[in-house]
């Protein structure tokens, strides 16, 4: 069993960057993969990036590619997604994802979730 609990979320402006970490509890974390996802009011969560346990990358398209950096240190149980350059499209619930099968893109692939931290992009 795997806990996620998301913090750093918040109101900034655009062009400004933010930090999003994924604290996780129980020891297999760090075998699981890691996701980031995020969710606005009435449309499905959209993924955002992924890190292996072994640290390969995967980002989603037109979703902060470029912008954004997922890492992770298990050590601390920890996954960080680094946001850059916000704009306010970016503005959604961001939530992270432990354990996923094949398809780290697909929403359903993921076995544990956190619930979220809001980011807001203003102009």
């Known amino acids: 069993q795997v806990q996620l609990v998301e913090s750093g979320g918040g109101l900034v402006q655009a062009g400004e960057s933010l930090r999003l970490s994924c604290a996780a509890s129980?020891?297999?974390?760090?075998?699981?993969?890691v996701g980031w996802f995020r969710q606005t009011p009435g449309k499905e969560r959209e993924f955002v990036a992924s890190i292996s346990w072994s640290g390969s990358t995967t980002y989603g398209t037109g979703t902060g590619q470029g912008r954004f950096t997922v890492s992770r240190v298990n050590a601390k149980n920890t996954a960080y997604l680094q946001m850059n350059s916000l704009k306010p499209e970016d503005t959604a619930v961001y939530l992270c994802a432990a354990q996923a099968a094949a398809d780290v893109q697909n929403p359903r692939s993921w076995g544990y979730w956190g619930r979220g931290t809001q980011v807001t992009v203003s102009l």
């Open positions: 129980g020891r297999a974390f760090r075998s699981y993969s």
